[in-house]
């Protein structure tokens, strides 16, 4: 009769069974999806960011019960833009959080929205853009501080456009319902008036009053295609996003914001974001805030 240990030995597989052993990204493939996600969101991901790529799309391999990630990247060229999509949701770095640098929204409240109802009284328009708003808590920060800051009456038609190529963000967004944890940069103050706490199924969860998230629309948009909005916009919020592309891309985009920015609108941007040229539009007004000085864009 084996002892228990002979027993143990003997049915014990000589190496952990396949399906346990998460698959290793290689170079090739590595290589291939660096560049799959460069080209179709402008994303760099530099040779350091290798374990990074395999955490964030193991997952997607074992939903699709695939070994390797050579079988996945076949899978990416015959599947199309589905897969594509999902790929670079994997991809994405979403971090946010409400009031997020928060000297933006001081400077939203003092001086960027006085100077656009002063600027549009014609039109009494005021439109906003935050792009690349991940799970929508900077939209709804702007949706706040504008609520906050614009005469009651005479109404002013404010709208705040939000997009991100990331499709999962957007639809979290547009729910509106945070967990409680993640209000914590809330005042207490602003908690009460502009969220419903929740209850029952959505115990520790506040959604946003309608108020304030029917000041916001949430779109998905890569900000490397084609635009479908005209603007003018009177700010436009692009925090966090632009260090992850290269700096052609980043070069084109700024043009590309100063298009649609009117003169005398603002473009702020994350705190380890700047821009370099002295000659172009921006000029330096605040912490990584830049005003539109010159341009073709009337404003109204
Ligand atoms: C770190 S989050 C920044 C969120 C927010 N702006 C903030 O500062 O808290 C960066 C966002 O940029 C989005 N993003 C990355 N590449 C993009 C692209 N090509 N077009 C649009 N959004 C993109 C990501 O999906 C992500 O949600």
Known sequence: MPTPANEFATNAPATPAASTVAPVLGDKEFEFIRHVVGVNAGIVLGPNKRQLVQGRLARRLRELGMQSYAAYCDFV?????????????????????????????????????????????????????????????????????????????????????????????????????????????????????????????????????????????FRSLNLLHPWPMRGPFDVIFCRNTMIYFNQPTRERLLERFADLLVDGGYLCLGHSESIHSANGPFRLVGKTVYRKVTGGRDGG
């Open 77 to 217: 060229r015959e599947a199309g833009p589905e897969e594509l999509v999902r790929l670079i949701n994997a991809i994405t770095t979403n971090v946010t959080a409400f009031f997020r640098e928060k000297h933006h929204f001081d400077a939203l409240a003092s001086y960027m929205l006085p100077e656009a109802l002063e600027r549009n009284q014609a039109s009494r328009r005021i439109r906003i853009w935050s792009a690349g708003c991940s799970t929508g808590e900077e939209a709804y920060c702007i949706a706040m501080v504008a609520a906050e800051t614009l005469p009651a009456a005479p109404r002013w038609d404010l709208k705040i456009l939000a997009t991100d190529i990331d499709s999962n963000v957007i639809s979290t967004a547009a729910q509106g319902v945070y967990p409680l944890e993640r209000l914590s940069t809330v005042s207490e103050a602003r908690l009460r008036r502009w969220f419903l706490k929740g209850s029952g199924e959505l115990a520790g969860y506040a959604r946003v009053r309608a108020q304030i998230a029917g000041l916001v629309t």
